[in-house]
């Protein structure tokens, strides 16, 4: 029972790092390569080892059994280990197809040589930044300046040096890609903003409305009704006569808001647990204290400040939202068509294709690589 439950907390972590869409059952039909010298996947021009992946899986899969306190037993390490690596190689996937369409944009269809050449310098640029940038708060986080150390302190948690550098790299690469190609500042125009409003308008109806200040005593205070009765009568003749009402509710109110002078902001009508109060703040005139009002709490007295009818909120209120609201979307819009582009010029093969749309089996000629392949 134990080990299903442990094995149940893996899915659950790991499930939020799958991108497929393939159900539990339909990604135990593949298993994992042993080697980790394997290609399990080719992006445009780049190789994607299974050695790339493994310490980050193997890291996070001891930190679930440091935490649970329990081993996964090994038929179910398996195929832990596969959901993990397929739902990191997804990411890296698109990682690299971002870094292969900058380049890809830098040099067109140029020859290799002029992409290699391409790739190195850009590359070495971002290696500079790792190292101005990255490296330093690295060194912060770990709390080390020794190159050394914080290598194997990386290496603990299933990361190096080489690793966080070649991942800021490609990553660095991609967002380039993103920068030059979705726009991060579109215009929304007030014809956009005004057709959102209308579109959603049912969104900003506003139910009546008022502001008041209450004095309030709570029958489980005193020892009878008449005792509370008897003290709001008291508190309703010092604010009628002391003149402030918030002054007497921040020294003798017993509800909630009597540290804030009994004041209530805006609340809706039929919002309120008391109705007899609910109905006397959406009745009573404006800025006229009441009398004593009694529910299943205890005893009231309330000034209405402010009150407003049934109706939708003004476009004008809400146009800054609306704004940001499209801009966002066409933000979304933009980087979605960037990436639908992005697959169309970047050939992706993958060792589980049904995990990545678009893509190609892998060939089997493909997958036992020599690591300096890939670099």
């Not at 290496?155 to 966080?164: E, F, I, P, Q, V």
């Not at 919002?271 to 529910?295: C, H, M, R, W, Y």
């Not at 980087?335 to 050939?347: G, S």
């Amino acid at each position: 029972m134990r080990s299903r439950k442990l094995f149940q907390i893996i899915i659950l972590l790991i499930g939020c790092t799958m991108g497929s869409a393939l159900s539990y059952s339909q990604r135990l039909e593949v298993t994992l390569p042993e080697d980790p010298a394997t290609v399990i996947a080719v992006v445009g021009n780049s190789n994607v080892l299974l050695g790339d992946l493994l310490p980050q899986v193997d890291a996070r899969i001891a930190e679930v059994e440091e935490k649970s306190g329990q081993k996964i037993p090994a038929e179910q390490l398996g195929t832990a280990r596969l959901s993990l690596v397929r739902g990191l190689l997804g990411k890296t996937i698109q990682t690299k197809m971002m870094r292969e369409s900058f380049l890809l944009e830098q040099v067109g269809i140029e020859n290799a040589d002029k992409r290699e050449e391409a790739d190195a310098t850009l590359s070495g640029r971002a290696r500079q930044m790792f190292h101005e940038a990255e490296l330093p708060e690295l060194k912060k986080q770990y709390g080390t300046e020794n190159l050394r150390e914080l290598d194997g302190m990386l290496r603990k948690k299933g990361s190096s040096l080489l690793a966080r550098q070649r991942d800021f790299v490609d990553q660095m690469l991609g967002h380039l890609y993103l920068r030059g190609n979705v726009n991060r500042k579109p215009e929304v125009s007030l014809s956009e903003i005004i057709a959102e409003y209308d579109a959603e308008k049912e969104l900003y109806f506003r139910a009546e409305r008022a502001r008041w200040e209450q004095l309030t005593v709570l029958n489980s205070k005193f020892p009878n009704e008449q005792a509370a009765r008897a003290a709001i009568q008291e508190m309703g003749r010092e604010a009628v006569f002391g003149g402030s009402m918030q002054a007497v509710a921040r020294a003798r109110s017993q509800e909630a808001f009597a540290s804030k002078g009994g004041v209530h902001d805006w609340t809706s009508r039929g919002s309120l647990a008391s109705e007899p109060l609910d109905d006397q703040i959406f009745t009573l005139p404006l800025n006229k204290i009441s009398g004593v009002i009694q529910d299943q709490f205890g005893f009231h007295i309330i000034r209405v400040l402010e009150r407003e009818g049934a109706g939708y909120t003004p476009r004008s209120e809400v146009q800054d939202e609306l704004r940001s609201k499209i801009r966002e979307r066409k933000i979304e819009d933009s980087q979605r068509i960037a990436l639908d582009r992005m697959r169309e010029k970047i050939p992706v093969w993958t060792l589980f294709p049904d995990d990545i749309p678009g893509s190609k089996p892998l060939p089997v000629s493909l997958t036992r690589r020599n690591v300096s392949a890939n670099r």
